[in-house]
């Protein structure tokens, strides 16, 4: 995706995690920005937006950090997300069932797939 971008830029990575398994759980930053964001506009980029509390609190996480604004974009989003946890740009919108493949992992396996689809489950 970044290649696209024809304007100046810089990446950097933020690790969340909310799952363990297939189970919900309350999220945690892993391993936070290593940039300042103090004035900059900054665009979330997330694989899935399934309940939409991860993109809620990342907003909330980074505003205190002093971006210009802060703008998300994913490339699934469970249909049952609204209002301000759900991203301005997203890819598809998908039913229910938990998503495995092309980077999406189930136990941190998975993520191999060349295509998503619904794992059966635990």
């Not at 930053?29 to 991860?54: H, N, P, Q, W, Y």
């Not at 069932?97 to 794992?119: A, K, S, T």
Request: charged share 20%; aromatic share 8%; proline share 7%.
């Amino acid at each position: 995706m970044s290649r696209a971008i024809s304007i100046p830029h810089r990446l950097d990575f933020i690790e969340y995690a909310s799952y363990t398994g297939t189970r919900k759980g309350e999220g945690f930053i892993v391993r936070s920005c290593t940039s300042s964001m103090d004035g900059a506009d900054v665009l979330l980029v997330d694989e899935i937006v399934d309940t939409g509390k991860t993109l809620g609190a990342l907003r909330q996480t980074l505003t205190q950090l002093g971006p210009n604004s802060i703008a998300a974009c994913a490339l699934i989003v469970k249909p049952e997300v609204d209002g301000p946890s759900r991203p301005e740009f997203a890819g598809f919108t998908v039913g229910p069932g938990f998503l495995v493949g092309y980077g999406l992992d189930h136990n941190q396996q998975l993520r191999h797939l060349p295509h998503i689809e619904i794992w059966p489950g635990d």
